[in-house]
């Protein structure tokens, strides 16, 4: 193990804590040889700091009104940015020499420890706008002296999109065309939404992706899972992420996670997110006892192989039904209206 290096991620509250306990799975189960770390706000419930810290060699509270005189003073400038400041604590762990910071909405598919190998700062392109990078990975090196000009620049300029990405771009304002060897490849930060818009270019490289990370508003525990079933469902406001990540990481979350908060919470009902017979896995009854077989089930095949294949129900209702909600803007992204069925008509047809 890497002592001095680190995985870095952010927890606000207890939805992002369960994105990291499960980016902290993803990563022990990749065999990372690296320290994690996650630092967490003073919204996350002490059940989940319990589960942190049994995934996490570190967890810390950061708070950026507790943390000196430089972001206090920044924060009295910019209150907006208050969880932009959180994030950029991270450069305040000099006790490592070099390390990656990931969102907690990403999932590792594979080893990624060769990130270490990069300087500060790399990242990949956003795909929204390729000459900035996207925030949610990056390689830095701690320091006290860039943590203070960052808080510093974050006080004096702001952010142009009003979140961490923007202030770091600001700061970082060569990287699109400084050192093309800290330009990460898109692998590594494959954005979720990114897919639909070169389905193509997905298709061809999607299978060699390191990390995935799910952009947008919804996030994967917006979602709700069957984990008897592996049916994913929820009311998908926007275009979803591709329906095979979107299973893994309800697959490893169900199977690695769960059991980790149930053990918590004990006696005390908590929504797992997972549906039909275990919504109340805080008794222990029958249902706790079935999710613990799945999930050693559902563990060891996600450790085996992380290409996991959504299967959609059966059309349910009429075809003029079906055309009404299109025209309505409530097509069934999950389900029959996938851009996985939609490309397999068109296939068909074209043939």
Known sequence: MAKDQAFVTLATNDNYARGAMVLGRSLRNHNTTRQLVVMIGTQVSQPSKEVLEKIFDEVRLVDVLDSGDTAHLALMKRPDL????????????????????MDADTLVLQNIDELFDREELSAAPDPG???????????????????GR????????????????????????????????KHLPFIYNLSSIAIYTYLPAFK??????????????????????????QM?????KEAPTQHSFLLDWWTLYSASVVPLLAEEYGDQAFDSGCVASVTELG????????????????????????QHQYHPAEPSMSSEERKQKWEQG?????????FENIEKKLDAFLK
């Not at 706008?129 to 943590?147: I, L, M, Q, R």
């Open 232 to 236: 994913v469902s929820g009311d998908v």
């Open 129 to 147: 706008w390729p000459d900035c990078f996207n925030s949610g990975v990056f390689v830095f090196k701690p320091s006290n002296e860039t943590y």
């Open 82 to 101: 208050g969880i932009t400041f959180t994030k950029l604590h991270c450069w305040a762990l000099t006790h490592y020499s070099k390390c990656v910071f």
């Open 204 to 229: 061809q490289y999607g299978g060699n992706a390191k990390v995935v990370h799910f952009l947008g508003e919804t996030k994967p525990w917006s979602y709700t899972f069957d984990p008897t079933t």
């Open 330 to 338: 409530q097509a069934d992204y999950m389900g029959m209206d996938s």
């Open 150 to 181: 960052l808080l510093e620049y974050c006080a004096e300029h702001g952010s142009f999109d009003g979140g961490d990405q923007g202030v770091l771009n600001g700061y970082f304002s060569n990287w699109a065309t400084a050192d093309i060897s």
């Open 283 to 306: 008794d222990p009854g029958p249902s706790s006892d079935l999710l613990l077989q799945v999930s050693s089930q559902k563990e060891a095949e996600w450790k085996g192989s992380s």
